[in-house]
């Protein structure tokens, strides 16, 4: 009996799906090499979880695990051969405990879903993203996801108290977590977090939340130069309140305009940086004033040149839809590149990666934005051809780029595939080794994501 029919006869046809699989599942937002899995699993329970593991595990059957497939690495993509584990139909908030401050939720719940939950409750679930109304607590737990206000509360991993997840041989390891305190033994939920499946497949998060703030305060502002930009950040980062510092480059601003309907850019920054700043806090008049004081010293100062305050809903969205829209429509060849580098740097590499790629191509584009407080910018360089052997060069001058600079080849998404050949431009050889050994500890036959990582 093969591990399909295993899976089939075990789970039933509910569940275990073999023909005509959706092409929903056969790629992420990376569009990496789109491949119809073998089968694909949508478990209801965390036993169906483990039956699947234990059945794929006995095979030698190779399993790939999907959340909201919003990953931009290729970490959830099939390979040939492989089976889809999705878990989209566990969903939902399972408690949230008012007096610990917590929230368990199943993986497969989309962030938007869970956010919304807590601030029903009083409570924040404080860490967000661009795709929040897609992807999965299960993923963003799994690549360890960052996001718009890793400058207060850190990344995933800074909100996760506990833990369920299934190993490759279908053992449930439930470490459910809610104290802030808890030193007993190892910390067996970071084998988790960030590991992109290969080492287990959560089904359950116990998050930390905090209390939900009364107002946010967001003004974009016009800094002439990246050292400006900086010195902004820097007065800004005395604010205790502050949750978000983003920054645009020229190309990326304008092209908002151009491409994304509805969206006006409310003030010129011309060969500048526009710098998008939120305070998050109980005192919106405080705030306000607080703003409007830091800007009128800047303007004086000669750090921005022109700002515009958000005076109401509408107006954070419209500043926030600018941020997260994306150059994408009908720029062809337009590759991303989720880097972190030191913050004072980031210009620097942004220049730097402009002049390489422009040395071999011309009329390259690079439209440039990100997390800068965080040392996080995504870097999205087009030379007007989506030819594959040219993206591999891209690659390539890119990420070596960025191992001069001491950086990471990944803030935010992951390896997957697609960062895998350059993942040695950031971790040196003994700790890409001890990835290995602790992968083929966990999964000594290899079905757990291969192919990805390391």
Known sequence: MTAIEALVRELGDDIVSVDDVSERYHSDWSGTSPTAPL??????????????????????????????????????????????????????????????????????????????????????LT????????????????????????????????HVLGLEAVLADGTVVSSLNKLLKNNAGYDLKQLFIGTEGTLGVVTRVVFRLRPAPAARTTALLACADYAAVLENLASFRRVPHLTAFEVMWPNYYEVIAER?????????IGAGRAALVELSGDDADGDLVLIESMIGRAIEAGTVSDAFL???????????????AGPTDGIVGLLHFDVGLSTGDIDRFVGTVEQRLGARWPDVVVYAFGHIADGNVHCNPTVGTDDVEVAEQIEAIVYDTVAEFAGSVSAEHGIGTVKKPYLDRSRSTAEISLMRRVKDTLDPNGILNPGKVV
């Open 39 to 124: 089968a694909l699993v949508r478990p209801r329970t965390i036993e169906q979880v483990a039956t699947t593991l234990a059945i794929c595990d006995r095979h030698g059957q190779t399993v790939v695990t999907q959340g909201g497939l919003t990953g931009l690495a290729g970490g959830a993509v099939p390979r040939p051969g492989d089976v889809a584990l999705s878990l989209e139909r566990m969903t939902g908030v399972e408690e949230i405990d008012a007096a610990a401050a917590t929230m368990t939720v199943w993986a497969g719940t989309t962030l938007e879903v869970a956010q919304q939950a807590a601030l029903g409750a009083g409570f924040e």
């Open 310 to 324: 958000a005076r109401s809903v509408a107006d954070t969205e419209a500043i926030w839809a600018m941020r997260e």
């Open 260 to 268: 994304r309907g509805g969206i006006t850019p409310p003030i010129d």
């Open 127 to 158: 860490y967000d993203l661009g795709a929040r109304g897609t992807a999965t607590v299960g993923g963003n737990v799994a690549t360890n996801a960052g996001g718009n206000r890793v400058i207060r509360y850190g990344m995933t991993r800074e």
